[in-house]
């Protein structure tokens, strides 16, 4: 199988992950926080071991201002609900996932309202999004019950990274919380919290940093309180029937997947070894030589910012003569190539791709650990499903 359904969830992972998950479930499976025993002690290590290093790669300055959570949505949702009121305005970008839009559509219901700012640049700009332009739009959406403004950090429609530093700079400057949604990059693009002046970083487990599923987790700026999205036991001040006033416990309710979290922090720590710069190099290659590669096949339409610093691994394609779906299927049962087809969670990406009508794209996601011969075989099978229709062989 050569997968490139990365967008989605990593696989395979480094084999330390696996390992690492084994190790847990078997050793020390002990509920972390609520025990003196060595078990629940151990499960408890694992856990801030892995919020550590999640702090050394996202240079968080205390681990304890990062909380686990089941995924990006998961992390999205509690940003999101936990900072807006009715009242309140919220922009955001105009390419998010539905784990950003569906919760800001559903506080509409609760009376917070949203500005959605293109992201989107003229066709055939070079930049992805020209950062000025954002700028300038953020300016003009502001409002003074402006509450947060949440872009993602690259789409994963197509590709493109969002100009974070720029956005981070003008949030920062204007006093608004900056919920980036790093669901694209996390693990394969460099992200400081610092740097880019992020307050809120939401991030998956499962995708760029080699967890399993099941696994996030949401950064939060020192001074942010969230209201929690629920509340529970957390093995500390028990004796409270209020939820923690801060730190991670305010945000983790109930039993830890710390066999998912010990795991993670493998995937962590061999992105450490590796090196960000590295991971994003070669991903940056092989989307560059896949895009060249399909630019050479007649009737494949490329989305996105072309081959370059801006964009990742991410590569959406529609073919002229069959449905994504089809070749979808195709490319599963006869090459045993994994992609997805479709619209990948991301409705208003695609209507303003003009993709939306159509079904979408398909979704080409590459990994740290695909290589040169994955991209060719998938470029040679495109070539061929779209010739076969072509030449009336497939219909
Ligand atoms: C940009 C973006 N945001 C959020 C998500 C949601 O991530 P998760 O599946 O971890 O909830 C995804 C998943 O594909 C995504 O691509």
Redesign the pocket.
């Known amino acids: 199988m050569i997968y490139l359904d990365n967008?989605?969830?990593s696989w395979p992972k480094p084999e330390r992950v696996y390992i690492a998950a084994d190790k847990a479930l078997r050793e020390f499976s002990g509920n972390a926080g609520r025990s003196g025993h060595r078990l629940s002690m151990a499960a408890g290590r694992a856990i801030e071991e892995t919020r550590l290093l999640l702090a050394r790669l996202f240079n968080v300055p205390n681990p304890k201002n990062i909380c686990f959570t089941?995924?990006?949505?998961?992390?999205?949702n509690l940003a999101i609900k936990g900072i807006l009121r009715p009242g309140d305005h919220v922009i955001a970008g105009s390419m998010?996932?539905?784990?950003?839009a569906r919760p800001l559509e559903a506080l509409r219901a609760i009376g917070v309202e949203c500005t959605k700012v293109n992201v989107l640049p003229a066709a055939g700009t070079e930049y992805t999004t020209e950062p000025n332009a954002v700028r300038n739009a953020i300016r003009s959406a502001l409002r003074p019950n402006t509450k947060l403004a949440v872009f993602?950090h690259?789409?994963?429609v197509t590709g493109a990274e969002n100009p974070i530093g720029e956005i981070g700079a003008l949030c920062r400057e204007q006093g608004i919380p900056l919920l980036v949604?790093a669901?694209?990059s996390a693990g394969t693009k460099p992200v400081d919290v610092q740097k880019l002046n992020i307050d809120l970083l939401?991030f998956?487990?499962?995708?760029g940093l080699f967890g399993p599923q099941g696994t996030?987790g949401l950064y939060i700026r020192e001074g942010l309180i969230l209201s929690p999205l629920r509340e529970g036991g957390t093995g500390s001040r028990s004796e409270e029937l209020t939820q923690p006033p801060s730190g991670p416990d305010r945000y983790e309710s109930g039993t830890m997947n710390a066999a998912g979290i010990a795991a993670l922090g493998e995937g962590v720590r061999f992105i450490l070894e590796q090196g960000i710069e590295k991971i994003e190099e070669h991903e940056a290659a092989l989307s560059s030589r896949l895009i060249r590669g399909l630019q050479e096949i007649p009737g494949i339409k490329i989305y996105g910012p072309p081959p370059g610093p801006h964009r990742s691994g991410v590569v959406s394609v529609t073919p002229e003569n069959i449905e994504c779906a089809e070749a979808e299927l195709i490319l599963d049962d006869s090459f045993g190539i994994a992609v997805r087809a479709g619209l990948?969670?991301?409705p208003d990406a695609h209507r303003l791709l003009g993709t939306l009508a159509s079904g979408g794209t398909i979704r080409i996601s590459i990994g740290y650990l695909n290589t040169e011969a994955d991209i060719d075989n998938c470029i040679e099978a495109l070539r061929s499903i779209v010739t076969d229709v072509t030449s009336g062989f497939l219909s």
Do not use: I, M, R, Y
Request: charged share 15%; glycine share 6%.
């Open positions: 967008a989605a969830t089941l995924n990006a949505t998961d992390a999205l998010e996932h539905n784990s950003v993602n690259v789409s994963n949604d669901a694209q939401a998956p487990g499962h995708k996030g990948h969670c991301a």
